[in-house]
């Protein structure tokens, strides 16, 4: 009997913890009114969706801070927007592409920037202008220059009708800014990493896109 009921008392106790579990998510926040949120609850879950690593978290949490001047919190929406579109599994890919035999570097890179959706691409155009505005004020890390840089290109293959395109881009077009734009941060990202010792490798497939200016 009494062991009966201890089971019961398990049964309980992990049913409530599930249910508190699967109940409770960074969406919950959102139940209210964006409007109502204050700056510091916005940059909670901010962190919250960072640290779930939930790419519709990250982009939900992505549009409460897009607007801010702020420089630091500009950051966190840079952070949020390139996970949101999930640039980080792209490098990965590429990584994974560059080191077969005989592997085409453009091919490689063509084929991993092409898994970006058009809301991927919006969010990764924002996220560069964000970080250009704000590494006027603080100091963003060699990732983030990467990641935006690597954006920037996959937009402009978006603009220009592929990664063969942008070499150089159509004069006047988009992607002729997000290439530019693309150089200044991968040179950014490569004189940090230089700086701290690391491997500017995963960089070379990318800047070889770039016309050398």
């Given at each position: 009997?009494?062991?009966?009921?201890?089971?019961?008392?398990?049964?309980?106790?992990?049913?409530?913890?599930?249910?508190?579990?699967?109940?409770?998510?960074?969406?919950?926040?959102?139940?209210?009114?964006?409007?109502?949120?204050?700056?510091?609850?916005?940059?909670?879950?901010?962190?919250?969706?960072?640290?779930?690593?939930?790419e519709a978290a990250m982009a939900a949490a992505f549009a409460l801070?897009?607007?801010?001047?702020?420089?630091?919190?500009?950051?966190?929406?840079?952070?949020?927007?390139?996970?949101?579109?999930?640039?980080?599994?792209?490098?990965?890919?590429?990584?994974?592409?560059?080191?077969?035999?005989?592997?085409?570097?453009?091919?490689?890179?063509?084929?991993?920037?092409?898994?970006?959706?058009?809301?991927?691409?919006?969010?990764?155009?924002?996220?560069?202008?964000?970080?250009?505005?704000?590494?006027?004020?603080?100091?963003?890390?060699?990732?983030?220059?990467?990641?935006?840089?690597?954006?920037?290109?996959?937009?402009?293959?978006?603009?220009?009708?592929?990664?063969?395109?942008?070499?150089?881009?159509?004069?006047?077009?988009?992607?002729?800014?997000?290439?530019?734009?693309?150089?200044?941060?991968?040179?950014?990202?490569?004189?940090?990493?230089?700086?701290?010792?690391?491997?500017?490798?995963?960089?070379?497939?990318?800047?070889?896109?770039?016309?050398?200016?």
């Amino acid at each position: 009997m009494k062991r009966s009921i201890i089971l019961l008392v398990i049964s309980v106790l992990v049913l409530s913890a599930c249910e508190r579990v699967f109940t409770a998510s960074p969406f919950d926040f959102l139940r209210r009114d964006p409007a109502s949120y204050s700056d510091a609850q916005k940059l909670s879950f901010a962190e919250d969706a960072l640290a779930s690593g939930d790419e519709a978290a990250m982009a939900a949490a992505f549009a409460l801070l897009a607007d801010s001047t702020d420089p630091e919190t500009q950051l966190i929406a840079v952070e949020l927007a390139l996970g949101a579109a999930g640039v980080g599994p792209a490098v990965i890919t590429v990584i994974a592409g560059l080191s077969a035999e005989g592997a085409d570097s453009e091919t490689v890179i063509g084929d991993a920037l092409d898994g970006f959706t058009e809301a991927d691409l919006a969010l990764l155009v924002q996220a560069a202008a964000l970080l250009d505005q704000a590494d006027e004020s603080v100091a963003p890390t060699a990732e983030q220059y990467a990641f935006a840089a690597i954006g920037l290109i996959a937009a402009a293959a978006d603009d220009a009708g592929g990664v063969g395109n942008i070499n150089p881009p159509p004069i006047g077009s988009d992607a002729e800014d997000y290439v530019a734009l693309a150089d200044v941060f991968f040179t950014e990202a490569e004189a940090l990493l230089v700086a701290e010792g690391g491997s500017t490798d995963i960089l070379d497939g990318f800047t070889g896109l770039i016309p050398v200016s």
